[in-house]
């Protein structure tokens, strides 16, 4: 199960060891190189169909690299292997930590970050399209959305404004654009690593808010690691 930077390097290795490897992705990718293995692309709407491709791909281990933010992937894919007796292992780097220096607020979700920020508030989030919906109460005077890729329908809401860009996006760049854009809320979601950090420590440096929406569990009762390190040494051991 892909959907994550570690995903790819799990899968190089794999394949390095001469591991049969098969991978499925919610959606095509946009970031990162395409995956050296075959791919199925598109979701899984419930845990039958899941079930259905595990059989039919002869799958008898799942290392799930998808993303943090997936989890109704990792959940089924949890389901359905303590069904079939398939080892499985979910690959999920840390989580952020705020600091003495940063201003956030912990979020369960992108609505209750949107319903939280205050009238006149200029925010800025990287939460994607898909999250839209989520801000349909939202009081703050601009909502600037991260795009990636051009192309995107136009804005449902009055309110929202694209800022275009292609990563990686150094913390010197996103302080230029922060103070361009005078933004003063910021609201993510806690991915974690390094890569996504920057925005981050552009806020701290500019003393902006941040409303961060966290992460669900993951799958109870299942082995979990951070890196992709452990995830091999996982699989020698499978």
Not at 21 to 34: G, Y
Not at 98 to 119: E, F, I, L, Y
Not at 144 to 172: D, E
Not at 192 to 213: D, P, T
Request: proline share 8%.
């Amino acid at each position: 199960m892909s959907g994550a930077r570690e995903a790819h390097g799990v899968i190089t290795r794999l394949v390095s060891r001469g591991r049969d490897v098969i991978a499925s992705l919610p959606e095509p990718e946009r970031l990162f190189d395409v995956l050296p293995v075959p791919t199925r692309i598109g979701p899984f709407h419930d845990t039958d169909a899941l079930e259905d491709w595990f059989t039919a791909n002869e799958v008898a281990c799942v290392i799930d690299a998808s993303h943090a933010f997936d989890a109704n992937i990792s959940q089924r894919a949890a389901v359905v292997c303590a069904k079939l007796s398939l080892s499985y292992l979910r690959v999920l780097r840390p989580a952020w930590r705020a600091t003495g220096q940063d201003r956030w607020t912990n979020c369960s979700s992108v609505k209750k970050a949107s319903d939280a920020v205050p009238p006149g508030a200029r925010v800025f989030s990287n939460t994607g399209w898909a999250s839209l919906p989520e801000f349909a109460d939202f009081q703050g005077q601009v909502l600037y959305l991260r795009q990636t890729h051009s192309g995107s329908a136009p804005p449902p809401f009055p309110f929202v404004k694209y800022s275009f860009g292609v990563p990686p996006f150094s913390q010197r760049n996103e302080e230029t654009l922060f103070r361009e854009l005078r933004i003063n809320r910021l609201i993510c979601r806690n991915v974690g690593g390094a890569a996504s950090m920057s925005k981050l420590l552009a806020a701290r440096r500019l003393g902006i808010r941040v409303m961060m929406i966290e992460r669900q569990p993951p799958p109870a009762a299942m082995p979990v690691v951070e890196t992709v390190a452990e995830a091999l040494a996982w699989e020698a051991n499978a």
